[in-house]
């Protein structure tokens, strides 16, 4: 089995799941309306089932399954402003008449060659510059923790939190995984469709150690490859580290920094954004971490 990934889960395990036998009816079957179903009546429940079908044993069930959640997973990613708001500035830019100020002295050579700004012979607007307010690109980078359990509604909510960074940074983000060791499941310079990244990050499992030191110098590894504006970590984990390391003076190695911890247990996580100057927020599952990411981008 390759470093990360999951144990394949028997049919007879996964039937411990009361909702099991509604959604695979048959061995390799899934019923995609019985999902439907299932998340009206509990989103987070059903995610967490999904989740472990995509480990499932059988090899056409496990199949359907991860296709089933790179769809599904992505489409429970998409709420909340679709782009974190980045800090404007002025830059100078070429001339249109809905951009800008004119800016006269970057201008004024070809004001002064036309004569004027009312020269006969005209100024050449290729030539004029404005003065205008842009916002800068965002970069994320998400860390998701694996050190504990690495399978159900943990295991969906990690796969949802990557599908939402893929949503709003689509050319510009990373997901790096951590536990013992820190494995970079999306690199911040390559191009890797949204529904893999997710299915990757399903076939993660956990280890019993925590290096969160590592996890945040792999991030500010990852942020220096982009040219962005803003460069945001987003750290989903409950923080207990582990690992012989410096957590904080991993923290400041980042431009911004932003903690999703598990609702009911974010003591850890709450002192630790304290002591680096992180902004944090809680999430109860799958369903509620992507408008988690969005408050904590949102600020």
Do not use: H
């Not at 059903?46 to 399954?65: G, K, S, V």
């Not at 999306?186 to 299915?199: F, G, I, L, Y």
């Not at 932003?258 to 954004?273: K, L, M």
Request: some cysteine; hydrophobic content about 40%; proline content about 5%.
């Amino acid at each position: 089995m390759a470093q990360g990934q999951r144990k394949t889960t028997s049919r007879r395990d996964l039937s411990r799941n009361p909702r099991f036998e509604q959604v695979s009816p048959e061995v390799g079957e899934l019923d995609e309306a019985a999902v439907d179903e299932n998340m009206a009546e509990d989103p987070d429940d059903t995610m967490a089932l999904i989740a472990d079908l995509t480990a499932a044993t059988d090899p056409t069930l496990r199949e359907l399954a991860r296709r089933l959640a790179g769809r599904l997973f992505l489409d429970v990613s998409r709420r909340g402003p679709s782009r974190p708001r980045g800090v404007g500035k002025l830059v100078e830019q070429p001339y249109r008449p809905d951009r800008g100020d004119l800016d006269i002295d970057a201008s004024m050579d070809a004001i002064v060659d036309a004569g004027g700004l009312r020269g006969r012979q005209g100024v050449d607007p290729e030539r004029l510059r404005v003065r205008a307010w842009v916002q800068p690109g965002t970069a994320l980078c998400l860390l998701v923790d694996r050190s504990g359990s690495m399978g159900g509604k943990p295991l969906a909510t990690s796969a949802v939190a990557a599908a939402s960074v893929a949503w709003r940074a689509p050319s510009d983000f990373s997901v790096i995984a951590f536990g013992k060791d820190v494995v970079v499941a999306k690199s911040q310079d390559v191009d890797k469709p949204a529904e893999r990244v997710v299915n990757d990050v399903l076939a993660l499992r956990g280890f019993g150690t925590t290096d969160l030191a590592g996890a945040l110098m792999g991030a500010a590894e990852q942020l220096r490859r982009s040219q962005a504006g803003r460069k945001v970590t987003i750290l989903l984990s409950d923080c207990r580290a582990t690992v012989d390391g410096d957590p904080a003076a991993a923290a400041a190695m980042l431009d911004e920094l932003v903690v999703i911890a598990p609702e009911g247990d974010s003591d850890e996580a709450q002192a630790f954004a304290g002591r680096v100057g992180a902004r944090l927020t809680t999430a109860s599952g799958p369903s509620s971490v992507a408008d988690a990411i969005g408050r904590v981008l949102e600020g």
